[in-house]
């Protein structure tokens, strides 16, 4: 059975970190590209950051640059997402996603496997 299971979401004051982890099982780790996107009701979704972990290629938005760094554990399997300096537009619900082609997935935010998301909210 394919996961992606997402943790490490709560509540966190503005200036605040966390930490998200994108534990993957079910499929060849190796050979997918992972993303991490985030969804505010009634918006669309947006790309955050993705990891090319044949390469190591990262890709970060414009909002996010500078402040979240994304990272990959190969041994357990799990991509993380350092957010440090969190401000409450970063408050969503965060969700992972592997997708073979990184290009695709940075491009469309399509992806092959998607995990059920974790909440992070960001207080003023």
């Known amino acids: 059975e394919v996961q992606l299971v997402e943790s490490g979401g709560g509540l966190v004051q503005a200036g605040g970190s966390l930490r998200l982890s994108c534990a993957a099982s079910?499929?060849?780790?190796?050979?997918?590209?992972i993303g991490w996107f985030r969804q505010v009701p009634g918006k669309e979704r947006e790309g955050v950051s993705c990891i090319n972990r044949s390469d190591g290629e990262t890709y970060y938005a414009d909002s996010v640059k500078g402040r979240f760094t994304i990272s990959s554990d190969n041994a357990k399997n799990t991509v993380y997402l350092q957010m440090n300096s969190l401000k409450p537009e970063d408050t969503a619900v965060y969700y992972c996603?592997?997708?073979?082609?990184?290009?695709?997935?940075?491009?469309?935010?399509?992806?092959?496997?998607w995990g059920q998301g974790t909440q992070v909210t960001v207080a003023a």
């Open positions: 996603a592997a997708e073979p082609d990184y290009r695709y997935l940075i491009a469309s935010m399509g992806a092959r496997f």
């Open positions: 079910g499929f060849n780790f190796d050979d997918y590209a």
